[in-house]
């Protein structure tokens, strides 16, 4: 597992938890050497964390005035 892909694996889990997502809503599954599958146990779930992650899109891509 490279350093990036760590990184990113743990960016979901502390977006996750503390948004209210409890860890067995989800699997995080290792398919390839640099690839992970994110599954959820219902299709509510997903969605709102697929709303989540567009939502911290969003806030990353702003710009800071100043």
Aim: aromatic share 10%; charged share 25%; hydrophobic share 40%.
């Amino acid at each position: 597992m490279t350093t990036d892909s760590k990184k990113r694996m743990y960016a979901v889990i502390h977006l996750a938890v503390p948004a209210g997502f409890d860890p067995s809503d989800f699997t995080l599954t290792r398919v390839e050497m640099n690839q992970w599958e994110l599954s959820f146990e219902s299709v509510s779930t997903a969605h709102r964390f697929k709303r989540l992650m567009d939502e911290a899109a969003n806030l990353v891509g702003q710009k800071v005035p100043g």
